[in-house]
């Protein structure tokens, strides 16, 4: 079954996603399933590592984490965007030193970071471990590089870990 389909969950997420993107009908369903047997084949090219997931629980309590913030931070940004009078923005940027080294890990922090209104990664500094963070409303660099590392840099080590 792997020689023919090697990613098999892989497979079934790309042809979800395809068929709720497109809907279904007999030939969206045959090309999404052709596209999905493809998808696979050209991550099985590439070689990915195998991510082996620790702590259930952890992955559970990240994703409510980040759902929260990404709710709170949508606010927060229409609120700005949307004010009635002008307002100064203190926007910028934050260099947040990070202990994780683990690539599946810093892309799924870029992820994070860059899925949530207000914040995008800019670099990564793979000499020193650091990462370069842009912040529409700053107020506190200290704040940031902790929630940076508490709410999301720890809970992926655990996970990973």
Known sequence: MRRFLPYPLAALALLLTWLLLTGLSPATLLLGVVLAWLGTWLLRVMDPPRLRLRRFRVVLDLMWV????????????????????????????????????????????????????????????????????????????????????????????????
């Open 66 to 161: 980040v759902a929260a913030e990404i709710a709170r931070s949508n606010f927060a940004v229409a609120r700005i965007v949307l004010a009635p009078r002008p307002r100064t923005l203190s926007s910028g940027f934050v260099r947040i030193p990070l202990e994780m080294r683990d690539p599946i890990g810093l892309a799924a922090l870029a992820c994070i970071i860059t899925a949530t209104p207000g914040t995008v990664w800019v670099e990564y500094d793979s000499a020193d471990g650091t990462m370069l963070l842009h912040v529409l409303d700053l107020i506190d660099e200290t704040e940031w590089a902790g929630i940076i590392k508490n709410r999301y840099e720890r809970r992926l080590m655990e996970v990973l870990a």
